[in-house]
């Protein structure tokens, strides 16, 4: 279905025949049948009246879509965007009207900043009352609109299925992220007839600029101290398999973040995350391909290495870092344009010294961290909850991040070995993603373990929602760091004031029994040599699961940078 399919027939007379081609149906049904022609199965929301028709056609489809049916709004909206994350394919949350479409803001604009393909269907208020104040009447799309690639009202039931169609092929096409639609209740509730909905496929990228592709490959060729990092759309754009041979053949050493965790598996020679202050303040060159220049890459200055950016369209280059090149496009066939490059290169560089110093860093950086890992402190240093988790990971599992401090750690102890298995907020940086993104983890990964890491502070936003869990019989290990604590905010605020405030949680809260008493398991961990066990159990159990590891509120993560 596109722009040029004109022919819609919202008022057919339902003894009319359907034309050749075409379908009819209430405007829920329409959107339903669009969504599954995108690939999607599972729809999460919170029930609204505003939203029924959408139900209904997923109830009565050929094949029945999922409803996965939440505490919160801003879970079905994490769930959504985390589907997007997992499969690729554009997750999608309906939101009744009004507050259920607000509740969702956060987690849309959380999207925006982690390019998630998503859509939001989100309630109306009926046209036919406009301006009358029926309940929750409110004009959406504005509020949306400056966090979404898209953000507009399908104003009439012909308009529902090609609409919703454009929607989720933006949503999909680089650079992937949100998109808002709402629909007016009575136009919801009413009859079209429309072309029928054709699967569809994403596009792949634009073809990038093959002279701008050989200027990176000439700074390659002539670097003598490379470094790689490969962020969230390597995966987002499907380029995992070219960006490992680039880094395999070329031998180049690598970092990742956020959804490019994986890439490379943990434990590659290649991949360097423990020698990240050498590999980034000594290189000479540094080439980050699919994530932004932001404050987690020190807005692009790395002491006096040339900057290159890659990014899968040209609106993700960087604006404000001095670039020696960049280029924008397809992400695996940059890749594999600059592998191509290397390998016909006259100059075929010798990075073996400069690997093997990052490789001397990265063996250190194990050894300090033994200490850690297996520390027999008490109360619990928040590395030792690490020390035994890692080894009890399976290599396809699915880790999410919730939290402050305590999720940093993770990301310092935690090595993916497989691509997709990573999960957190992104640049936005928004606590409450725990949950909903485990939901959705759950149903993407079947036989995988799930592992949602809380911190104390995150659970207070989302921690409801194991009631989702169990009431649609999803098993997820929880494991929380309980410092009883804002943590990110405590040691930082006693470093500029020498004291802090509204940063205290109430001490030792038994967390599990909330999961307990919500239809879960779960229990309170406050010596050290009882983590692996506990553990185990958790991973034994096949229920909604939370090891509540009571932690030091002063072992905080040593931080580089406060995102400022």
């Not at 104003?155 to 639609?181: E, I, N, Y």
């Not at 609106?315 to 592998?339: E, F, K, N």
């Not at 070995?417 to 939901?439: F, H, Q, S, T, V």
């Not at 004031?497 to 001490?507: E, M, T």
């Amino acid at each position: 279905m596109t722009d040029a399919d004109a022919e819609i027939w919202p008022d057919l007379d339902a003894d009319t025949p359907i034309p050749e081609g075409h379908v009819r149906g209430h405007a829920g049904e329409l959107a339903v049948a669009v969504a599954q022609a995108h690939g999607v199965e599972t729809m999460f929301t919170l029930s609204g009246a505003h939203v029924f028709p959408l139900y209904d056609g997923a109830v009565k489809a050929e094949v029945p879509m999922r409803l996965l049916d939440v505490r919160h709004e801003q879970t079905a909206a994490f769930a959504a965007e985390a589907t997007g994350k997992l499969t690729r394919v554009p997750g999608l949350a309906v939101l009744t009207a009004g507050p259920g479409v607000t509740n969702g803001v956060s987690a849309i604009a959380q999207a925006q900043f982690a390019g998630s393909p998503m859509v939001v269907v989100g309630g109306r208020a009926p046209q036919n009352r406009w301006g009358s104040g029926s309940l929750q009447e409110l004009d959406q799309p504005p509020i949306v609109a400056s966090v979404s690639k898209d953000a507009r009202t399908l104003m009439t039931a012909g308009d529902v299925a090609p609409g919703l169609d454009q929607a989720f092929r933006a949503a999909g096409s680089s650079h992937r992220g949100p998109v808002f639609v709402d629909v007016p209740m009575d136009e919801l509730f009413a009859q079209a007839t429309v072309p029928a909905p054709t699967a569809a496929s994403m596009p792949r990228g634009a073809e990038p600029d093959p002279e701008a592709v050989e200027r990176i490959v000439e700074l390659l060729a002539g670097a003598s101290r490379p470094t790689l990092v490969l962020g969230t759309d390597v995966w987002a754009d499907r380029a995992e398999e070219a960006a490992l041979r680039l880094v395999e053949s070329a031998g180049v050493p690598t970092l990742t973040n956020g959804m490019g965790r994986g890439v490379v598996p943990g434990g590659h020679p290649l991949l360097v995350t423990k020698a990240r202050g050498q590999a980034l303040k000594e290189a000479d060159l540094v080439i980050v391909v699919g994530t932004p220049l932001d404050f987690r890459l020190s807005y692009g200055v790395f002491g006096d290495a040339k900057v290159v950016h890659v990014a899968d369209s040209p609106g993700q280059l960087s604006a404000h870092a001095h670039l020696a090149a960049s280029v924008a496009g397809d992400l695996s066939t940059v890749l594999d344009g600059v592998l191509a490059g290397l390998e016909r290169s006259t100059r075929r560089p010798d990075w073996s010294a400069w690997v093997a110093s990052l490789q001397d860093t990265v063996r250190a950086g194990v050894e300090r961290d033994r200490a850690l890992l297996t520390a027999e402190a008490d109360p619990i240093h928040p590395a030792r909850i690490y020390g035994e988790l890692v080894p009890r990971l399976a290599d396809d599992a699915v880790v999410i991040g919730d939290g402050g401090d305590f999720v940093s750690f993770a990301g310092k102890f935690v090595e993916p070995k497989r691509p997709g298995g990573w999960l957190d907020p992104g640049p936005y940086g928004c606590l409450g993603a725990g949950l909903g993104a485990a939901i959705a983890a759950r149903i993407a990964r079947p036989s995988s373990q799930v592992v949602l890491l809380l911190g104390d502070g995150a659970a207070g936003f989302s921690l409801m929602d194991v009631d989702t869990l169990v009431r649609h019989q999803l098993p997820v290990v929880m494991v929380m760091g309980n410092n009883s604590a804002w943590g990110l905010e405590k040691g930082p605020m006693q470093m500029l004031y020498g004291y802090d405030v509204a940063a205290d949680l109430a001490p030792r809260t038994a967390y599990d029994e909330v999961v307990k008493a919500l239809g879960g398991a779960g229990e309170t961990v406050t010596d050290p040599r009882q983590v692996g066990p506990a553990l185990d159990r958790a991973f034994a159990a096949n229920v909604p699961y939370l090891v509540n590891v009571i932690t030091d509120v002063d072992a905080a993560y040593p931080r580089a940078t406060f995102g400022i």
